[in-house]
């Protein structure tokens, strides 16, 4: 494997198992959080074809990430590679599904009531690009491991956000609940900045670069859900849908019980 000149952020068997670990753990708080979801009723199969297509290509992914750091801790690099330019064409995937699944419960007016409609739109669609962007990234540096496998780490950090949410009092959180979410997102990465200086005294510069994008991130969208530009974007997105009945920056009414007599 290349790396960087200086030997004490060269990759080495530490390295290896915390990152697969920290794959692992990911792993465990995505699939807690949507089986949480489903067993309390808040999910159902009943969902429309798109909304599974996105739940598959984006487990599909964490099984990718997950294959990737075994195979990097267990030294199969042959398999590594080829499955790596299997993940790069699923990004794609990725990108497509989940800006089309945000964009139609918008239109349909089925954003979580705990966001602001327009903040969801804006934030879920950056978010995945903000991933895109950080996963491209990985992907160019492959050849230098220490920065693929953190820039990589960041990437995931950004979406194991729904899974995380599906675990905390998001309602309780209204109206910083995807604030909070992204707060609570950011203890993977600074976990890896810890380990790093533990091992090595250092922090490995590839954490800024991540966490610079995720702050941008950040201020983005807070800055365009609260700009005319936003707002313009929503109507643009809901028109003629009911969506356009709901009000931007207005939170949805939350679920109730059905009226009385109704089967």
């Known amino acids: 494997m290349t790396t960087t000149t200086d030997e004490s952020l060269v990759p080495d068997q530490r390295d290896d198992r915390f990152f697969l670990g920290a794959a692992i753990a990911m792993g465990v708080v995505l699939v807690a959080g ?3 979801q489903l067993a309390m009723g808040r999910s159902s199969f009943s969902a429309p074809l ?3 297509a996105h739940a598959v290509v984006f487990m599909g992914w964490l099984g990718i990430y997950l294959l ?3 195979f990097a801790a267990t030294g199969r690099s042959a398999l590594h590679r080829r499955l790596g330019w299997i993940g790069a ?3 794609l995937a990725m990108l497509v599904l989940g800006c089309a699944v945000t964009v139609e419960m918008a239109r349909r007016g089925e954003t979580p009531f705990f966001f ?4 969801f739109l804006v934030f879920d669609n950056l978010s995945l690009l903000t991933f895109v962007g950080l996963t491209v990234a990985a992907i160019v540096l ?4 220490d920065w693929h496998r953190r820039l990589h780490f960041c990437a995931m950090a950004i979406i194991i956000g729904p ?3 599906r675990l905390l009092p998001m309602p309780l959180l209204a109206p910083w609940a995807w604030e909070a979410t992204f707060v609570v997102s950011l203890i993977f990465p600074l976990i890896g900045m810890f380990a790093d200086y533990r091992r090595s005294g250092r922090v490995h510069p590839a954490w800024g670069g991540g966490l610079a994008a995720m702050f941008g991130m950040l201020l983005v969208v807070e800055a365009v859900t609260y700009s005319p530009v936003g ?3 929503y109507h643009a997105v809901v028109a003629g849908s009911p969506g356009a009945a709901v009000a931007p920056l207005d939170f949805p009414p939350p679920p109730g019980p059905p009226p009385a007599g109704a089967s």
């Open 163 to 165: 899974g995380l949410g």
């Open 231 to 233: 707002e313009a974007l």
């Open 50 to 52: 798109i909304v599974h």
């Open 116 to 119: 602001r409609p327009l903040q």
């Open 34 to 36: 949507f089986s949480v």
């Open 89 to 91: 064409g699923w990004i």
């Open 68 to 70: 990737q750091n075994f």
């Open 142 to 145: 492959r050849r230098q491991t």
